[in-house]
C-alpha cells in the first residue's frame, strides 16, 4: 500500500509563494518543519508560506531551507500520498489514524480524570478545564471519525466524490473545531512541558497528549489538503 510513483510525483520548487497544504502535501518532511516552527499545516494550509511567515515573523527562506534539509534526509515517513490512489490513501488514513484513536482517547480520558482526581489540589482551575476540553474533542472526533466512515469516505470510494461537497464542507468545519480544541490544550499545559510535581500519570498524560496533537495535525492534513480537493475534482 505504497503511494504510486510516476512521472506526475516530480516535486514542485520550493517557493515561498507556495501554499503551506501544497508543501505539505508535495514534501510531507515539511509538516516537521512546519510543527517545529508552530505553523498550522492542516487547517491553515490554504495560504501561502510568505504571508504566514510575515505573520509569524518568520522568514520564509529559512523555512524553506529547513524542509530541504528534512527532505534531504529522507526517512520512511515521507511517504507521499498526493498521486497515490484514493482508495489507498482513504486505507491509510484509516489504519494510521483512526483505527488508533479507537483505542488511544478512552485511555487518556482516563487518565486526565485519574490526574485531575489525584492532583486537584495542585493546579485545579488548569486541570479541570483541560479534562473538560479533552472530553468534549473526544466526543467530537468519535462522532466525525463515524461520519466519516460511514458517509464520506464511502461516498469517494464509490467516485461521488464530486457530490460530496455538502459534507466535505462539514468535515473541515469540525477539523477547525478540532484544531481549536488542540491549541487550548497546548496552551493549557504550557506546550506540554511536565511540571516539577508530576506523577507516572501526569506524564504520560502529557505524553499521550502531545502524540494526538501530532497525529491529528497529520491526519487533518492528509484530508483537508490531499483526500478532500482531490475527492471533489474527480
Ligand atoms: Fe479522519
Ligand atoms: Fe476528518
Known sequence: MSPRKDERSRLITLHPE?????????YPLATKVFARHGIDFCCGGGR????????????????L??????????????????HAPLGDLIIH???????????ELPRLEALSRRVLEV?????????????????????DLEDHMGKEEEILFPMI???????????????????????????????????????EEACNSWRALWQGLAWLEESLHQHIHLENNILFPRALEE
Open 119 to 139: 492532583h486537584r489540589d495542585k493546579q485545579p482551575e488548569m486541570l479541570s478545564e483541560l479534562v473538560s476540553v479533552y472530553a468534549g474533542l473526544k466526543a
Open 48 to 63: 501561502p508560506l510568505r504571508e504566514v511567515c510575515r505573520e509569524q515573523d518568520l522568514n520564509a527562506d529559512e523555512i
Open 157 to 195: 470510494r464509490q467516485g461521488q466524490g464530486m457530490m460530496a461537497d455538502g459534507p466535505i464542507a462539514m468535515m473541515e468545519e469540525e477539523h477547525e473545531l478540532a484544531g481549536a480544541a488542540l491549541k487550548r490544550l497546548r496552551e493549557l499545559t504550557n506546550g506540554y512541558q511536565v511540571p
Open 65 to 82: 531551507e529547513e524542509i530541504g534539509r528534512e527532505t534531504a534526509q529522507k526517512t520512511a515517513s515521507a511517504e507521499r500520498w498526493d
Open 18 to 26: 507556495i501554499n503551506i497544504g501544497r508543501l505539505a502535501a508535495e
Open 93 to 103: 488514513i484509516l489504519a494510521a489514524y483512526h483505527r488508533p484513536l479507537d483505542e
